[in-house]
């Protein structure tokens, strides 16, 4: 009977994990990419440079600060679910945890130095990436995931290979 549960668990877990391990590296290296590119702007650089200067709880402080910020685009989807509007309120959660995600990416990208000084912000950064690597690994480990990596490798030679037949005229 175990192992009937252990399989038809696998069954259903795997996938979601391998979706959601995909989804996120996927999001996280595009959100990067764009944040990276508005921290060359110059007045957006400014405030980076004085964040980097904060001290190490006023650095905590405006690491925390976006989630409150966020906050008016959760209101303004729950205006829009109110009003009947589902794909409006869809659309606007979804838009307000991609900005939330990229401002909170990039804010940890910068004040990361100055948050791991306040040793008990150190101690939980360090187990929670141990946790996340384990579950990545563990993830990347599954049968599912290497033969989806395949494909996906596959799919992108010939991608590759189809671009630069086009372009090479």
């Known amino acids: 009977m175990k192992q009937h549960l252990k399989r038809a668990l696998e ?3 795997v996938p979601l994990a391998a979706a959601i391990v995909f989804f996120e590296q996927t999001l996280i290296a595009c ?11 110059p007045p957006v650089a400014k405030v980076e440079a004085r964040l980097v200067r904060l001290p190490p709880y006023a650095a905590l402080a405006a690491f925390v600060a976006p989630s409150i910020l966020i906050l008016p ?3 303004i989807a729950l205006w829009f679910a109110a009003m009947g509007h589902y794909g409006m309120a869809l659309g606007a959660v979804i838009a307000g945890k991609m900005l939330g995600t990229a401002v909170l990416a990039r804010l940890y990208r910068i004040l990361r130095p ?8 150190a101690r939980l950064d360090t187990r929670f990436f141990y946790w996340r690597d384990q579950a990545y690994a563990f993830v990347r480990s599954l049968g599912p995931w290497q033969k989806t990596r395949a ?16 372009f090479a005229r």
């Open 11 to 13: 069954i259903v877990i």
């Open 31 to 41: 959100l990067n990419a764009a944040m990276a590119a508005v921290a060359r702007w």
């Open 73 to 75: 685009i959760k209101l």
């Open 114 to 121: 100055t948050l791991m000084t306040i040793p008990w912000f």
């Open 151 to 166: 494909i996906v490798q596959q799919v992108r030679a010939r991608l590759a290979e189809l671009a630069s037949v086009l």
